[in-house]
């Protein structure tokens, strides 16, 4: 069974910026870990491809997102050589797996669909968030 969202993501991450609950911020999660896949961009050759980590703060972030349209489009308007860019789409239940290999290169936050709409997480919570993950 799938659970069924009435709000967007966006909608959903507004929500929880605007009320700063817990219950609010759960919310989010859950609309996460109910998709059927997450997506990353990819940095360099194709034979040693590197995570897009950006620098924000002076702190590594990891950038991830909810569709792959969204990924290439704000990958396209940051990362001046595009040529080896290319977005890698997971399951979100295997992108733990992938975000725990970010983690260990010290990348310590993470920006879910980096905009105006953008969600902000430190790493631990996200990896604790999809390591929970329960099918609906």
């Not at 909810?66 to 940051?78: D, G, N, Y």
Request: charged share 20%; proline share 5%.
């Amino acid at each position: 069974m799938v659970r069924i969202y009435k709000r967007t993501f966006n909608q959903t991450v507004h929500h929880s910026s605007n009320t700063g609950t817990t219950q609010a911020r759960e919310q989010v999660w859950s609309y996460i870990n109910a998709m059927p896949a997450l997506y990353f961009v990819q940095c360099g050759q194709r034979s040693c491809p590197v995570p897009w980590i950006m620098f924000e703060n002076e702190e590594p972030t990891a950038m991830v997102f909810t569709s792959s349209e969204e990924a290439l489009k704000v990958a396209k308007s940051i990362i001046e050589d595009c040529e080896n860019v290319r977005v890698v789409g997971l399951p979100t239940n295997a992108a733990s797996m992938y975000m725990t290999a970010i983690a260990a290169q010290g990348v310590n936050s993470v920006c879910f669909n980096h905009g105006p709409s953008r969600f902000d997480a430190p790493m631990d919570e996200v990896l604790l968030s999809l390591k929970s993950i329960k099918r609906f």
